[in-house]
């Protein structure tokens, strides 16, 4: 596994404090979240981290590819049997009307770390509010054919099946573990904290983690 120092030369200085903050904190954090998980796929809002961008990144898991300069990364806890690695249709995991990315499989931790793209507020952050956010599986199909209507039509459908946001305390502790809006410059920057956030949510999965966290080709 690359350490820190390893790989810190190729690292925005922003997102090199960042990344020193997460991992500094992830023992502690990992041993002391508790979350009541709930009855479903999905089972938790383990941390939420809120970050926006400098230059504007693409949400390649949309039929529109929207582009986004803010958002969250999520860790979820989750049924294993729903993310399970494919080639093929998967379930569909969704916040709301949108999409989630997600960036490592989860199927041995449960655990997925997510991008969640959000509007941004004007000089601030993300506009979502995780509290008003409902997170769920929708039916198999392949992320990047899933259009903005479809996504509306999925979240009626969960909504009147029962599924709802997650309690206010619970999106409260989540952003706790998560920490202060990140600023960031770009996509590479975000999939590097992304990768220390594998690491220590869902070690399982090293592999992405360490992927992300390797020097890019600039």
């Given amino acids: 596994m690359k350490t820190l120092s390893s790989f810190s030369f190729a690292l925005g200085a922003t997102a090199l404090v960042a990344i020193g903050s997460l991992a500094l904190r992830a023992a502690e954090e ?16 383990v941390l939420a981290q ?3 961008l400098e230059r504007p990144a693409v949400h390649t898991w949309r039929t529109e590819q929207p582009t986004f300069d803010a958002g969250y990364l999520v860790v979820l806890e989750v049924d294993p049997a729903y993310v399970q690695p494919r080639q093929t249709e998967e379930p569909v995991l969704y916040a709301g009307a949108e999409t989630l ?18 509007a941004r507020v004007s000089g601030g ?5 995780l509290s008003q956010t409902t997170f769920f599986f929708g039916p198999e199909a392949l992320p990047e054919r899933i259009r903005a209507t479809d996504a509306q039509h ?10 709802r946001p997650f309690p ?4 409260a502790a ?4 998560g920490g202060p809006l990140l600023r960031l410059g770009s996509r590479d920057d975000l999939d590097e904290i992304a990768g220390v956030m594998i690491l220590d949510q869902a070690p399982e999965d090293q592999d ?3 992927g992300l966290l390797a020097p890019r080709v600039r």
């Fill in 30 to 45: 990992r041993a002391a979240t508790s979350v009541e998980r709930q009855v479903g796929p999905v089972r938790a809002l």
């Fill in 50 to 52: 809120p970050f926006v």
């Fill in 101 to 118: 990315e997600r960036v490592n499989h989860g199927a041995t931790s449960g655990r997925v770390v997510c991008v969640l793209p959000s």
């Fill in 125 to 129: 952050g993300p506009a979502l509010d």
């Fill in 154 to 163: 999925e979240l009626e459908r969960a909504v009147r099946s029962g599924a």
């Fill in 168 to 171: 206010r305390d619970e999106v």
């Fill in 174 to 177: 989540a952003l706790a573990r």
């Fill in 208 to 210: 992405v983690g360490t």
